[in-house]
């Protein structure tokens, strides 16, 4: 026995001996086409998982690595990547100087997966990666509206300030929101409910196009943003900006500060976010809320200011491999809804006292908090990268309006409730998150193995139902797996199981209600709007792709089957949507949504020329929807129509295309389209598209960004977007006229008392058009969209590192 360990031993000193003797070392420098040195760039060795980042003056070095050929991929946000195929012998490797070109917004979709806390593996799905420059150039009234600008991506907007987010038309609960590597969850299931995010404070984004359930569950059914969290600082270094933004529009003023900080290990930094606008101003004068006009005083939205406060805060420790930080955060806004599109009669506004003043907020308005507590750790042991995100969010929304009688309740408010005569409705949530994942790597084989668990406290109040509390447990586990099958074929599969069970909680009216009448005389009940419901759903879903890149093209094609569980409003709800003036109800039986979908790519760059197709089709065998009824409800809905969630085969299809020419160093051109096609192919609507289906668009822009001189670094850019006509809707929405839009963009840096001050300006809708968004949330009442609009907003950069060494 003792014979055998000391061999066992020998074997593998020898082992060990020879491994060293035959790993060896890579080591380069990086800059850009200026000869900057670029710190912080992506360093993965794809072969083996492996991963290291450039320093402060661009160089890195990465020992130990085993003899063999390997793929090099070299990323950075901003920068087109660079991927290079290198063959290790006994000798060391200097790759010398790299240099990366800049990319006008979105780079090429690289998976890195074996950085800490790497890029999202979307495998072969279509994927967009935006800069915080980008942001800026292009800051909206929200993060969404921000983000439209990209081709398959379109916002909700519910006035200036709030809007979600739909991706290839699909939107609600069918788009899954990360932000710091935890699902934001809000009251997405409502229309008039905005993302409590705060663009700001947001790092670099990646978009996922198409279905994604493989990696997050449910609801990822249409695609996902991830919103990754805003940069680390370099070692020993104190640092911070001012950024203030102004808009023409809605007298907009905001501030924006942040600063942050590192020792060698220990991370800190905090940011504060302060906006406040008023009514905001559109091309027309009139609006017709169904059939009745309502004049707009100084062709204002009445009631549509609204301010916000944001705080962020977070701190941890790092190392070269290990790495755990804390980020807090409150979100608060209050906004005004536009007074005579709320309630059941335009007609009962005080239109005097709305219009005394622009930028006060009277009833109806909405106040919500969302606070959240995220920790994202990460450990780096050999070739295994275990990340987890641990997460606590609290959204408290309520919503204001004067008291409103209809059906049996009683005319006058009792003065006996708890609840406020003005709270029409209150959501309370409280969500608890855990992820954790391995990432690793296996010869040609790269893993990402992982679970996901969330719970979901929510309760309700206020003197109006529409949805009953609940409470939801979901939990779900992964593997993916990337193959690189040579260097230039790549494989990807990904299989995935979830469970969620949900329960609902008995809802019964506060007022009595008749049931029977004999005689003259009337039997009265407090009536049940809601039973106690309990559901359980479980799904097996999966994905499998290949990439192919050979030079200067590259392709990619994916297929696989997404679910989505549904949501306690499609099972449940029974009550009054005041937005919408509508009487919904749900169904208990309900059944998930099963999704089938195809995505692919084909992308050609060379010199002066990049040109990109991304088609898709996607099926759904009983997609949920809410349906238009003839029947109207006369006890709890005031005469209006009903609408059921049902369920019917869908089918959707279309695609993006992105075409890009420079024709000098200054001079660069691109083309983008968009389209979208959905058709319902069972039940009452056979035939008729999906609600929100945003019409084909096309956006032309010229960008002038002149590198020489006083105006290095300075950019002039004119966006053409035409959009087509909507004429496939279903009742009850309206067709909406094409439309054609001017937005312009420029930038220039300044040097003020030593510091670099950068200045972006925009003039959103140059000409003042009147036009209607098909996916607007006051489309319905034919109210246009935001006339012109000028924004400002200055960048200013501190850095105390040379104060904090001397």
């Known amino acids: 026995m003792k014979y055998n360990i000391i061999c066992l031993f020998n074997v593998l000193l020898t082992?060990?001996?020879?491994?060293?003797?035959?790993?060896?070392?890579?080591?380069?420098?990086?800059?850009?086409?200026?000869?900057?040195?670029?710190?912080?760039?992506?360093?993965?060795?794809?072969?083996?998982?492996?991963?290291s980042k450039s320093d402060h003056t661009g160089k890195f070095s990465i020992a130990g690595l085993p003899q063999g050929k390997h793929v090099v991929v070299l990323s950075h946000v901003g920068y087109i990547p660079e991927e290079r195929t290198i063959t290790i012998e006994s000798t060391p490797i200097d790759l010398g100087t790299i240099v990366m070109k800049k990319t006008n917004y979105a780079i090429k979709q690289v998976d890195v997966l074996g950085e800490i806390y790497a890029t999202t593996p979307a495998g072969a799905l279509n994927k967009e990666l935006v800069d915080q420059q980008y942001i800026h150039r292009h800051l909206g009234g929200s993060l969404m509206q921000t983000l439209s600008r990209l081709p398959g991506i379109s916002n909700i907007g519910i006035g200036s300030g709030q809007s979600k987010p739909l991706i290839r038309g699909l939107g609600f609960n069918r788009v899954v929101v990360v932000e710091k590597g935890v699902k934001h969850e809000g009251q997405q299931w409502g229309a008039d409910h905005g993302l409590e995010i705060d663009q700001f404070a947001a790092g670099n984004i990646e978009v996922i196009k198409g279905a994604a359930s493989f990696l997050y569950g449910s609801d990822a059914i249409g695609g996902v943003i991830d919103i990754k969290p805003e940069p680390l600082s370099e070692k020993e270094s104190l640092s911070g900006s001012l950024n203030l933004i102004g808009k023409s529009n809605n007298d907009l003023y905001g501030v924006s500060a942040n600063a942050q900080g590192r020792t060698e290990n220990w991370i800190y930094g905090g940011r504060v976010t302060y906006q406040r606008y008023g009514d905001y101003r559109v091309p027309t004068d009139t609006v017709h809320v169904y059939d009745y006009p309502v004049r707009l005083h100084k062709n204002k939205a009445r009631n549509t200011a609204g301010k916000e406060l944001n705080f962020h805060f977070n701190g941890g420790y790092a190392t070269e491999n290990f790495e755990t930080i804390f980020y807090i955060s409150n979100n608060s806004n209050r906004s005004g809804f536009f007074a005579n599109a709320h309630g059941l009669e335009p007609r009962r506004v005080d239109t005097e006292l709305h219009d005394t003043s622009s930028r006060d907020m009277q009833m109806p308005y909405q106040q919500v908090n969302h606070f959240k507590v995220i920790n994202r750790s990460s450990l780096t042991i050999g070739f295994h990268c275990i990340e987890m995100e641990a997460g606590f969010q609290h959204n408290f929304r309520q919503e204001y309006?004067?008291?409103?009688?209809?059906?049996?309740?009683?005319?006058?408010?009792?003065?006996?409730?708890?609840?406020?005569?003005?709270?029409?409705?209150?959501?309370?949530?409280?969500?608890?998150?855990?992820?954790?994942?391995?990432?690793?790597?296996?010869?040609?084989?790269?893993?990402?193995?992982?679970?996901?668990?969330?719970?979901?406290?929510?309760?309700?109040?206020?003197?109006?139902?529409?949805?009953?509390?609940?409470?939801?447990?979901?939990?779900?586990?992964?593997?993916?797996?990337?193959?690189?099958?040579?260097?230039?074929?790549?494989?990807?599969?990904?299989?995935?199981?979830?469970?969620?069970?949900?329960?609902?909680?008995?809802?019964?009216?506060?007022?009595?209600?008749?049931?029977?009448?004999?005689?003259?005389?009337?039997?009265?009940?407090?009536?049940?709007?809601?039973?106690?419901?309990?559901?359980?759903?479980?799904?097996?879903?999966w994905s499998s792709g290949a990439t192919y890149n050979e030079g200067d093209f590259s392709m990619k094609a994916n297929v696989g089957k997404s679910f989505r569980v549904p949501i306690a409003k499609e099972l449940a709800a029974n009550g009054v949507n005041y937005h919408y003036f509508s009487y919904e109800l749900g169904d208990p039986a309900l059944s998930p949504e099963q999704s089938y979908q195809f995505d692919a790519g084909l992308s050609y760059s060379k010199e002066k020329l990049s040109l990109e197709l991304n088609p898709f089709y996607?099926?759904?065998?009983?997609?949920?929807?809410?349906?238009?009824?003839?029947?109207?409800?006369?006890?709890?809905?005031?005469?209006?129509?009903?609408?059921?969630?049902?369920?019917?085969?869908?089918?959707?299809?279309?695609?993006?295309?992105?075409?890009?020419?420079?024709?000098?160093?200054?001079?660069?051109?691109?083309?983008?389209?968009?389209?979208?096609?959905?058709?319902?192919?069972?039940?009452?609507?056979?035939?008729?598209?999906?609600?929100?289906?945003?019409?084909?668009?096309?956006?032309?822009?010229?960008?002038?960004?002149?590198?020489?001189?006083?105006?290095?670094?300075?950019?002039?850019?004119?966006?053409?977007?035409?959009?087509?006509?909507?004429?496939?809707?279903?009742?009850?929405?309206?067709?909406?006229?094409?439309?054609?839009l001017v937005n312009v963009q420029v930038g220039h840096p300044l040097m003020i008392y030593g510091k670099p001050i950068q200045i972006n300006l925009q003039v959103q809708n140059l000409f003042d058009t009147k036009y209607l968004d098909h996916t607007s949330f006051y489309r319905l009442i034919e109210m246009p969209e935001v006339g012109r609009n000028i924004v400002l907003s200055l960048s200013v950069p501190f850095d105390f590192s040379r104060k904090r060494k001397s």
């Open 401 to 541: 309006s004067k008291y409103v009688n209809h059906g049996y309740m009683p005319p006058v408010y009792p003065d006996s409730m708890k609840m406020p005569s003005d709270l029409e409705r209150q959501y309370d949530k409280r969500v608890y998150s855990l992820n954790l994942r391995d990432r690793f790597s296996i010869g040609q084989h790269t893993f990402v193995a992982g679970i996901n668990g969330e719970y979901q406290h929510n309760r309700i109040d206020g003197w109006s139902f529409l949805i009953p509390g609940f409470n939801q447990l979901s939990a779900g586990a992964f593997l993916y797996d990337r193959y690189r099958l040579s260097d230039k074929v790549s494989l990807y599969g990904a299989l995935r199981y979830d469970y969620s069970h949900i329960e609902t909680i008995k809802y019964t009216d506060w007022f009595p209600s008749v049931v029977s009448e004999e005689n003259g005389n009337s039997e009265t009940a407090y009536l049940t709007r809601a039973a106690n419901l309990q559901r359980t759903f479980n799904s097996l879903v």
């Open 618 to 740: 996607n099926y759904f065998s009983n997609y949920i929807y809410l349906n238009p009824t003839p029947r109207h409800d006369h006890f709890y809905g005031a005469g209006n129509q009903i609408f059921e969630y049902t369920q019917s085969r869908v089918q959707r299809y279309g695609g993006e295309i992105k075409i890009g020419y420079r024709f000098s160093e200054v001079f660069r051109t691109e083309l983008l389209a968009e389209y979208v096609k959905a058709e319902q192919l069972s039940g009452s609507k056979k035939g008729y598209p999906l609600p929100f289906s945003p019409p084909a668009s096309f956006l032309a822009n010229m960008s002038w960004q002149p590198n020489t001189g006083s105006l290095k670094n300075s950019y002039f850019s004119v966006d053409l977007r035409l959009v087509a006509p909507q004429n496939e809707i279903v009742p009850p929405e309206k067709k909406t006229p094409g439309y054609e």
């Open 15 to 51: 082992t060990f001996i020879y491994a060293q003797e035959k790993e060896c070392t890579l080591s380069g420098v990086i800059i850009d086409a200026d000869c900057k040195t670029l710190p912080n760039v992506s360093i993965v060795i794809a072969t083996l998982g492996h991963s």
